[in-house]
């Protein structure tokens, strides 16, 4: 417990630059070290594995792998390429992860978006540069994208993910997930479309042909009947069943893919066993092994034809790949690294093109099963790969009768958990109308124009958005609402008050006003150069509306946008600006233009009050705030100083020897009794608390050690009706700056400024 008698007085010494380099360079090799180390996480866990983690995390990678092997499938035909490369990025990714990883339960490799603007880039490279080939095309993506997110990684730039949010990105999911689902219509009937224009073309193409449908239709739909019959079945069966019968639906609801393309495949077997020519389309010949093993061809010659496509390629492969592995740690109650995911990425993408993969990264759907499965460490991405690899070598053979329909299928499927349904919708439109705005803007212009530019509009809408939250954040205007006193042995019994906004209808019926001449200011965000304008600006408005005027020459000119006599009448009655409460709790940083433009707004202020204004600042957190306001002038309540008064302490900081209570109170008591002697009966008595102006006398030493001044009477009606100055110690009890204009919330400026208060005290006849 603080004692009155033994106050803390807070006082921050600015950190100067010599101490912060040997500051760094003590730390600089420890700091050296853990960077290293940060690109290995493998080395982290590694030496503390368990060994019955072992079995649990086969279990996790083997199930996952042969989810992977279908979907690494189908995402290649989405691709324009064929079935192999999508099992090459399926390899390296879930390979690499292990040791680059922080997330137990990411799934590397190709996902739905990214397949669908690989195929767009060598659908464009293809028409540009008929010589280059589509596996050249994505090899060169994924080294290039790999070298981008690799530099982004290196050099911490991780935290610009946050700068997209999730709206925007369920926005372009959205609608590249009904874009893709459209592309598939053609491969799932047997029609022939164009899937390269804009998805509402497709839908037109696809009823216009409507009539060509051919026999693919009956493994398509069949499959896609199939897939959604038995995740229901699944589902609803493991409600309410035993632990092992949960298991068992567990795991025959997320093979349900591997099983419909397996039994999809028996039937065309059995149908094209004894045929030259399938009546069907199928994938026809897979290569075995790694097939495209060896050095990438980089072609710059297509760098301008890609230009357009890379950029959200990499957005959308660090988002979700970042956003999933976030997901799922806080799911499971770990942390990750952002900036190691993003260096994981790059990586694995560079050495994915020397084996023919295109670009992947985490997937949603495939890290869900892996953590549902139980998985314990990262280790399950090897088991994965060996699925993988073994099913290059071993099961090629038996890919060559997978019906695309089926595969069409499997993507239709998989993509339909991309898409924010009703709900979400409803959600967002009650937390944020622009918000709902970004994420139907990613979703309509994805569908009417292509998936680039809804993921550009998207982005642009949710950083402009950001921006104009930042330049201009709310200026509040505060007013005391009062509450229940507080009477304790240490915080002296007296009326107390909470500051709220002075609009609020909760309040409008207990809010008291403030004393004269006093506004209270709340800010509610970082001062910086967008808002700094703003800011100052709002805070003269709200100066000028509650206030008037001062200084008499002031008064005597007649501006040229002066108000109207009747309104001029009104502002009359208003009084003299004479403080400003400033409640930074929500003040992070500043800037230097903030600090200008505090200064100029200072100025403006003193001019049109025609006197020095006292700036407070309350529940100042940032250190670094506090100083810089500091260096700018600010936290010392009287600026000026009269001619016959010692220069060397008049606005200086409160000094600890100034606390005394003895000396404050017989400086106080012998400057009342020599200058009211000076003082007129009708003068206003700034004179008389001279000492209390420059804040070197804490203001809670006036009663108990000044006993024969009767200050009731000298005040303003105010302070008496709302009884403030009954005894005015009451934040003794709190921690206090050794500058006088910082103080530990609004309610102690408050007191401060009732008790130090000159413009408004006037001294009746006869008093002195």
């Known amino acids: 417990m603080i004692e009155s008698n033994n106050p803390i007085v807070l006082d921050y010494e600015p950190v100067t630059t010599r101490e912060r380099i040997a500051a760094l360079k003590r730390r600089l090799p420890s700091y050296i070290r853990t960077y290293l180390l940060s690109f290995f996480p493998i080395f982290q866990w590694i030496t503390r594995y368990r060994t019955s983690w072992l079995l649990q995390d086969m279990i996790a990678g083997v199930t996952v792998g042969m989810v992977l092997v279908p979907q690494g499938i189908a995402y290649a035909k989405i691709a324009n390429l064929d079935p192999q490369y999508g099992l090459y990025t399926s390899f390296v990714g879930a390979c690499l992860y292990c ?68 709206p925007a990105i369920a926005g372009y999911m959205t609608g590249s997930a009904i874009t893709i689902s459209l592309g598939q219509w053609g491969k799932l009937t047997g029609i022939k479309l164009n899937t390269h224009q804009s998805p509402y073309l497709v839908v037109g193409d696809f009823f216009a042909n409507l009539g060509h449908v051919h026999i693919d239709i009956a493994f398509g739909l069949v499959g896609l009947i199939s897939l959604y019959l038995i995740k229901f079945i699944s589902t609803r069966l493991a409600k309410g069943a035993p632990k092992l019968q949960q298991r068992i639906l567990f795991y025959f609801g ?72 976030k ?81 069409a299928a499997v993507v239709i499927h ?58 201009r954040p709310p200026v509040t205007l505060l007013a005391p609402a009062p509450i229940q006193p507080n009477k304790s042995a240490s915080c002296i019994d007296m009326d107390h008050y ?8 909760h309040f409008q019926q207990r809010l008291v006003p403030l004393p004269p001449g006093v506004i209270v200011v709340r800010i509610d965000n970082a001062i910086i150069y967008p808002n700094a304008a703003h800011i100052s600006e709002s805070i003269i408005q709200a100066a000028k509306s509650r206030t008037r005027r001062g200084g008499e020459s002031q008064q005597k000119q007649m501006l040229w946008n002066q108000p109207l006599e ?134 809670y030493v006036f009663e108990e050690q000044a006993p024969t001044m009767d200050l009731t009477d ?16 009451y934040h003794d009890c709190l921690p206090r700056d050794r500058y006088s204009g910082f103080h530990w919330d609004v309610e102690s400026a408050m007191r401060y400024i009732m008790c130090h208060q000159t413009a408004t005290i006037a001294i009746p006849a006869g008093q002195v």
């Open 566 to 699: 009747k309104s001029n009448h009104l502002r009359d009655s208003l009084p003299v600006l004479s403080a400003l409460v400033l409640d930074m709790s929500a003040v992070t940083r500043m800037d230097s233009t903030a600090l200008q433009a505090l200064v100029s707004c200072r100025d403006t202020l003193d001019r049109y009050a025609g006197q020095p204004v006292a700036w407070h600042f309350s529940s100042v957190k940032s250190v670094q705030v506090r100083n810089d306001l500091i260096q700018f002038g600010f936290g010392l309540v009287n600026r000026l100083c009269e001619e016959d008064d010692d220069s060397t302490t008049c606005g200086s900081p409160t000094s600890t020897a100034s606390c005394d209570s003895d000396a404050t109170a017989t400086a106080i008591q012998q400057d009342l009794q020599t200058k009211s002697n000076r003082v007129d009966s009708t003068k206003v008595a700034s004179t008389t608390l001279y000492h209390l102006e420059r804040g070197e006398y804490p203001y």
């Open 714 to 729: 000298i005040l303003h009606p105010y302070y008496s009706e709302h009884n403030i100055y009954q005894r005015p110690d």
């Open 414 to 471: 998989a993509v339909s958990d991309l898409v924010s349904g009703p709900k979400y919708v409803k959600e967002l439109w009650k937390a944020s109308k622009l918000e709902t705005l970004v994420f139907a803007s990613a979703v309509l212009i994805t569908f009417f124009v292509d998936v680039e530019t809804g993921i550009y509009v998207a982005v642009a809408l949710s950083l402009f958005i950001m921006l104009l939250r930042i330049a």
């Open 498 to 505: 909470v500051y709220v906004d002075e609009r609020d209808v």
């Open 99 to 166: 040791f680059l990883g922080t997330s137990k339960d990411i799934s590397m490799g190709p996902i739905t978006v990214v397949s669908l603007l690989v195929g767009r880039s060598i659908t464009t490279v293809s028409q540009a540069h008929p010589d280059i080939t589509g596996p050249e095309v994505a090899v060169y993506l994924s080294m290039l994208t790999g070298m981008i997110a690799l530099a982004i990684g290196m050099i911490r730039l991780g935290i610009l993910v946050d700068f997209i949010p999730a």
């Open 327 to 407: 997901s799922f740690g806080r799911i499971a109650d770990y942390t990750i690294d952002a900036d190691q995911e993003i260096i994981t990425i790059g990586i694995t993408n560079m050495v994915g093109a020397f084996f023919g993969a295109y670009p992947g990264t985490g997937a949603f759907s495939r890290t869900a099963i892996m953590a549902r499965s139980g998985v314990k460490s990262p280790m399950a991405g090897v088991f994965s790969a060996a699925v993988v690899i073994l099913a290059l070598y071993v099961l090629t053979p038996a890919f060559y009768y997978i019906p695309e329909a089926t595969l």
């Open 254 to 325: 997320i093979m349900r893919s591997g099983s419909v393309v397996i039994v999809a495949t028996l039937i065309s077997f059995v149908i094209n066993m004894n045929r030259s020519k399938s009546d069907f389309s199928i994938i026809e010949k897979v290569p075995a092994g790694l097939d495209a093993l060896g050095v990438p061809r980089m072609n710059l010659d297509i760098l301008g034809d890609i230009g357009g496509t890379l950029p959200s390629i990499i957005i959308i492969m660090i988002l979700e790949h970042v956003s999933v592995a």
